[in-house]
């Protein structure tokens, strides 16, 4: 009897220590042990999509098949490759041609279906993200998409292909192949976005490529991808047309149900914007997106729209204002100083020129993540966000944590306060008017470059002549002159790549979920590094620690938090003039292009037109 209960216990001991065994061995085994295979994925939470879902609830999956929308673009193209920075493509090959491994839904700050792949899986501290590929994928010309052809695109791309590839890339430590269907990718930093940015890049066919050097542009390469779209007509430079392949692999993937309605979607360019107006008011092109709020409540009285053959369609959305005015090179020893680029606020009458420019219709950025949760608050900084900022309390600018509003003018021409108060912070900083000049401590006049892109392409270069035009005038009774130049596009992107300037346009678009790229817009790796967007030429920790906090956020609170208090050092920071913003997108088109009813709360961009409109006669 001894010996049986012996034997019993000695047999319990081993599964015991079995157990233990096989528990530590779970505890000790990386996180990908625990994780699952899911339909999505979001940036925090859980997709708002169930794993069943049918379409996207802004697409309408009834929409019939057919009909063509054309737009008009401004300039020319001479390139049919999209993913490298010589040349200049069309930008629908990319959007109709090429898909990625994910699919981003605009009714979502960050959230991503199943494209290209059935089932994405990630651990819960995201260090590495695996992509299951639908065995039905297909490229246009009927061959399979295969696990190697999406590790040569994103190896490709992110060595060789444009830079814009490259962040993300650097920080994958490793690549691999995990099954007939599988791809996974491990990650050497903490950022909790790079699960998602791997679902979002373009696979190409890697046995198009062989035998061509990818940093090549040109038209010796038409690009095969696996999208809805074909290339079908090109005219150099002048007109691409991609046509619907009736033999899409993804009609009935839920991510596509309801989109890629039309026959054919044509781009015909034209030499600038005003023309590319005029041909929509003749009929040569059928949809055109305005951006002017002046333009549009005065020039659409032409007879299409009196006869109802053409509609106005406004799109309102929830998206951060952004940046957009004159920013600030700090690069530039003239504007090194805060106080210097308050007085440079101060003396842009910002209320006179809206009014004159645009009606005072559109609202003004008052910060870069303004009109939406993320924006800044204007009192003094609190709770979450003032223990983020508080550490750097020596080093960052006044208003970051006591708060900042944008000075407002009285609306006249003249706009005495403002400038008075600007004459101030000059003498303040080392500056005084004598003789009808501004002047430094030695004597040498107080001046700088406003470098901008000529007109005729775009409303924004426009709209940018304008407003510096009657900036001058204010400035002018500061005793300061600046010299403007206006250059073609190309030497205009050859001296921002540079930060060749004083102080010029800006316009930059943010989203509801900011993250990796805000380092290419103001990391203080820019300051220094040619071709990145921080124009203004920053390079502060407390900035760079906010980005960080951002990205390592694992809560909705934390990141908002981050994002507000980034907000406050941009602003604080005096870089740009902000000008005004529009809550809502502004599209004229013909009568029988139609949309869902249900709008996407991210508005009317990327992702809405032409994706889900479809022709009804």
Not at 188 to 215: V, Y
Not at 244 to 270: C, K, L, S, T
Not at 372 to 401: C, K, N, T, Y
Not at 482 to 490: H, L, M, R, Y
Request: one cysteine or more; hydrophobic letters at 40%; a negative charge.
């Amino acid at each position: 009897m001894t010996g049986l209960i012996s034997g019993r216990m000695a047999r319990l001991s081993r599964l015991i220590t079995a157990a233990c065994l096989a528990a530590c061995a779970t505890l000790a085994a990386p996180d990908f042990a625990r994780a699952e295979p899911a339909h999505g994925i979001a940036m925090y939470g859980a997709p708002a999509l169930p794993q069943d879902f049918v379409a996207l609830p802004y697409a309408n999956p009834d929409a019939p098949k057919g009909g063509t929308i054309i737009f008009g673009e401004a300039g020319s193209f001479d390139s049919l490759h999209p993913w490298i920075r010589k040349g200049t493509a069309p930008w629908g090959i990319g959007q109709h041609v090429a898909e990625t491994l994910m699919g981003r839904s605009i009714d979502e700050p960050f959230t991503l279906y199943g494209l290209l792949a059935e089932s994405i899986e990630v651990p819960d501290d995201r260090s590495w993200v695996e992509f299951t590929l639908r065995p039905e994928a297909r490229f246009s010309d009927g061959s399979p998409v295969t696990v190697e052809d999406v590790m040569w695109s994103y190896e490709t791309l992110g060595t060789i292909g444009h830079p814009r590839y490259y962040s993300a890339w650097q920080q994958v430590e490793s690549m691999e192949q995990t099954g007939p269907r599988s791809v996974r990718f491990t990650f050497s930093t903490d950022n909790r976005e790079l699960a998602l940015l791997m679902g979002m890049r373009p696979i190409l066919k890697k046995a198009q490529w062989e035998g061509h050097d990818f940093t090549v542009s040109g038209f010796d390469v038409t690009p095969i991808g696996s999208g809805p779209y074909v290339i079908d007509r090109v005219e150099r430079g002048r007109v691409i047309s991609f046509k619907r392949d009736p033999d899409y692999w993804g009609a009935d993937v839920p991510f596509m149900r309801g989109q890629a309605n039309f026959d054919e979607i044509r781009y015909e360019y034209f030499g600038d914007g005003d023309v590319v107006f005029e041909a929509f008011k003749a009929g040569a092109i059928n949809t055109y997106r305005e951006f002017d709020p002046e333009k549009w409540a005065t020039q659409y009285d032409f007879p299409a729209v009196a006869r109802g053959d053409v509609v106005k369609s406004e799109f309102p959305n929830q998206l951060p204002s952004g940046i957009r005015g004159l920013v600030m090179n700090t690069r530039a020893p003239v504007f090194a100083d805060w106080r210097v680029r308050e007085a440079m606020i101060l003396a842009f009458n910002y209320e006179y020129i809206s009014e004159s420019l645009n009606g005072g219709r559109d609202p003004r950025i008052t910060s870069y993540f303004s009109n939406s949760e993320l924006g800044m608050s204007h009192g003094p900084a609190e709770g979450r966000v003032r223990e983020l900022l508080e550490p750097f309390a020596d080093q960052i600018p006044p208003g970051a944590l006591e708060g900042y509003s944008l000075p407002e003018g009285d609306g006249s021409i003249r706009n005495r306060r403002n400038i008075a108060r600007a004459m101030e912070l000059m003498e303040e900083a080392g500056y005084s008017a004598a003789d009808g000049t501004m002047r430094d401590a030695e004597g040498n006049p107080f001046t700088f470059e406003i470098v901008l892109a000529q007109s005729a392409a775009n409303y924004s270069a426009s709209a940018a002549q304008n407003m510096v035009d009657i900036y001058l005038q204010s400035l002018e009774r500061m005793g300061i002159r600046p010299k403007v130049t206006v250059i073609d596009s190309a030497q205009y992107t050859q001296r921002t790549d540079t930060y060749d300037f004083d102080m010029t346009f800006y316009v930059r678009v943010l989203s509801r979920s900011p993250g990796t790229e805000q380092r290419y817009y103001w990391g203080s790796a820019g300051r220094d590094e040619p071709r990145t967007l921080n124009y203004m030429g920053v390079a502060s920790p407390a900035i760079d620690a906010m980005i960080s906090a951002m990205l390592d956020a694992e809560s909705h609170e934390d990141f908002v938090a981050a994002v507000r208090a980034l907000d406050r050092l941009l602003m604080a920071g005096r870089y740009v003039i902000p000008v005004w913003y529009s809550g809502a997108s502004m599209i004229a088109h013909s009568a029988d292009l139609r949309y869902p009813d249900r709008l996407p709360s991210g508005g009317a961009f990327t992702g809405f037109q032409p994706d889900v409109w479809w022709h009804e006669d």
